[in-house]
């Protein structure tokens, strides 16, 4: 994303991106620890309990267990044996049987439990694939001074493996991973060698919900048609694949286009490759639905339908801006809402978490906040037509980007329309303008406290671990409605994922987590 009024503060946001550990970052509740590292107090359960905002409000309990992929047992066990082979070899594999037991634990929540007593196989459990598979890069970086990491790997191990008994459990219930513009700005060229790589790297370092949009158009295109777009109208619109993101956003149309035939069967191909092997590791995808931004050609096709356009963005000019706005009144709007994702979900699948994003960076036309609660009421109503289960993913960023119109009592009615524990918002940025506390947790809506590191693709070596650290345990001592936590780079930059994810395998932190 490209903030539009906040653009003189991107080098104030570069310049304090944030770095920090899987055990800081995402944190674990760990049951046995080294007798120098004292206890941390994560405290606070979200799901499984009644909680409180930050009104004192009583809060109902969010139940996310049919996001959970559907493979048996037997099935994830291979899955998770079978990562360990492809980053480690046969030869070193055999030193580690996974199994998933959905017993593990009673909450929702993920946890893990790593055994070796004598002997040379090192047992690890957890309660889903994403579970063990993380117990096992746990034990990999803490105990032999392993290293897995986006680019580069480190896997000259000791020729003996320490005996360990620890059962960790995850806080939240959601560990997510990327922002709807990485895919244009980091994954857009990739094939499917490279898309293996990073689908294992996510479930090694516990993340269990990400984006998948690769290969939307090629749905968009198919809806289109039996609309009635001409194939002309179509191409015109989607913009080129490095701009795709700002395309499904509603900010640009037709900018470096057109897509070609060969593109959209390739990419279609690759989604279903990407969301088998992601479902496969119980990594949950998010899937596009409709935000009711369509292509301007609807003003030929539905001359009486009540269309708007959107704000111009970054100043593009009239032939790549502004695509239009279905009003939410118009009995349009649910009848291309649910034609979408009708052929999302035959074409791909669901797992019930779905994207759509409106406002992202487009100010609404109107400030009745009758109108906002009907914009969102009608995107989550064409959602819940088709899938009764459906949760809705929002980014918050518009929160932040536009906190001029967003005010509390838009904010409130947007939300609100849509049923508590139904709408899952993202708080972007959260390590540097949080939302949650002045939008107050997000008026009972469950949310993703999100570390937004770096803008516009570009990496870079700095920091602010005593930000975020504090900030994490602030926020999970908290009672409000925060379900996980996030990080959403729009640049993949491999050393400080690692230093996030995971500390280094220097001999003092193998000392400091009580290496034997």
Same mark, same amino acid.
Request: hydrophobic share 35%; proline share 4%.
């Given at each position: 994303m490209l903030p539009s009024y906040l653009h003189c503060f991107k080098l104030f946001f570069s310049l304090v991106i944030l770095a920090t550990s899987l055990d800081l970052a995402l944190g674990h509740n760990i049951s046995q620890r080294s007798s120098t590292f004292p206890e941390p107090k994560w405290g606070r359960e979200v799901i499984a309990e009644m909680t409180h905002n930050n009104s004192g409000q009583?809060?109902?309990?969010?139940?996310?267990?049919?996001? $959970? !992929?559907?493979?048996?047992? *037997? #099935?994830?066990?291979?899955a998770a044996q079978n990562l360990v082979r492809r980053v480690m070899g046969e030869n070193t594999a055999r030193h580690f049987n996974l199994t998933v037991d959905n017993t593990l634990t009673k909450s929702e929540k993920d946890a893990f439990h790593l055994l070796k007593k004598g002997g040379n196989i090192v047992h690890i459990v957890g309660?889903?694939?994403?579970?063990?598979?993380?117990?096992?890069?746990? *034990?990999?970086?803490?105990?032999?001074?392993?290293?897995?990491?986006?680019?580069?790997?480190?896997? #000259?191990?000791? =020729?003996?493996?320490?005996?360990?008994?620890?059962?960790i459990k995850f806080p939240e219930r959601f560990r997510l991973f990327q922002n709807v513009c990485t895919q244009s700005y980091s994954y857009v060229w990739w094939n499917w060698a490279r898309w293996e790589r990073e689908i294992d790297r996510w479930a090694l370092n516990g993340f269990n919900l990400v984006y998948a949009g690769t290969g939307v158009e090629a749905v968009w295109t198919k809806v289109y048609r039996e609309l009635g777009l001409s194939q002309r109208e179509i191409a015109d619109y989607f913009s080129g694949p490095a701009f795709l993101a700002w395309n499904r956003m509603g900010n640009v149309r037709?900018?470096?286009?057109p897509l070609s035939v060969a593109w959209h069967s390739g990419q279609s191909l690759l989604q279903r490759r990407i969301l088998s092997r992601m479902r496969e590791l119980s990594i949950t995808p998010i899937l596009p639905a409709f935000s009711g931004i369509v292509p301007n050609a609807f003003q030929r096709l539905y001359p009486n339908a009540q269309l708007s356009k959107l704000s111009r963005w970054c100043n593009f000019e009239d032939k790549y801006c502004c695509p239009l706005l279905l009003d939410p009144s118009d009995e349009l709007f649910s009848k291309v809402g649910t034609k979408f994702l009708q052929e999302v979900i035959?074409?791909?699948?669901?797992?019930?978490? *779905?994207?759509?994003?409106? &406002?992202? #960076?487009?100010? !609404?036309?109107?400030?009745?906040?009758?109108?906002l609660a009907n914009?969102? $009421?009608?995107? *989550?109503?064409?959602?819940? =037509?088709?899938?009764? +289960?459906?949760?809705?993913?929002?980014?918050?960023?518009? &929160?932040?980007?536009?906190?001029?119109y967003w005010t509390q009592d838009k904010v409130k009615a947007f939300l609100t329309a849509v049923p508590q524990g139904k709408l899952l918002v993202l708080d972007l940025?959260? #390590?540097?303008?949080?939302?949650?506390? $002045?939008?107050?947790?997000?008026?009972?809506? !469950?949310?993703?406290?999100?570390?937004?590191? +770096?803008?516009?693709?570009?990496?870079?070596?700095?920091?602010?671990? !005593?930000?975020?650290?504090a900030d994490v345990h602030q926020v999970r001592n908290t009672p409000d409605t925060m379900v996980g936590l996030g990080m959403v780079p729009e640049g993949i930059d491999p050393l400080h994922l690692c230093v996030i994810t995971g500390r280094s395998s220097s001999k003092e932190h193998s000392r400091h987590y009580g290496r034997t």
């Open positions: 009583r809060i109902s309990k969010f139940h996310f267990s049919h996001v $959970r !992929p559907s493979s048996t047992v *037997y #099935e994830q066990n291979i309660n889903s694939v994403t579970a063990a598979v993380s117990g096992f890069h746990y *034990y990999l970086k803490h105990y032999l001074n392993g290293h897995i990491s986006w680019d580069y790997d480190q896997l #000259e191990l000791p =020729d003996t493996y320490p005996d360990v008994d620890i059962y037709g900018w470096g286009g035959a074409q791909f699948g669901t797992n019930h978490m *779905y994207s759509a994003d409106t &406002f992202n #960076e487009n100010i !609404p036309q109107h400030g009745d906040v009758e109108y914009v969102s $009421r009608s995107i *989550y109503q064409a959602m819940s =037509d088709v899938d009764s +289960n459906a949760i809705w993913v929002l980014q918050g960023w518009m &929160f932040v980007n536009q906190v001029l940025a959260a #390590e540097q303008i949080p939302s949650h506390d $002045r939008l107050h947790s997000f008026y009972g809506q !469950p949310y993703i406290w999100c570390m937004l590191h +770096n803008f516009g693709g570009t990496l870079g070596m700095h920091g602010s671990l !005593p930000k975020v650290n």
